[in-house]
């Protein structure tokens, strides 16, 4: 995976939400798949650790 642009981050007390846009390239089965995503992630403080929650990935266009 590589970022495209600018990563956001904002903390919000115990919590913080990350938001990026990624292109990645997968290969299965001999095919490839190259996707341009963004992906925001939920993070969660706990035990002085951040903890990922939740990542959700949308695409910024459909592959043909």
């Not at 990645?24 to 190259?34: E, I, M, N, P, V």
């Amino acid at each position: 995976m590589d970022v495209v642009g600018p990563v956001r981050v904002r903390v919000l007390g115990e919590s913080a939400v990350l938001t990026s846009r990624i292109t990645s390239t997968a290969h299965y089965l001999g095919r490839q798949s190259d996707a341009d995503e963004w992906t925001t992630d939920v993070f969660v403080r706990m035990d002085g650790r951040w903890l990922c929650a939740l990542t959700h990935y949308t695409a910024v266009k459909l592959s043909s």
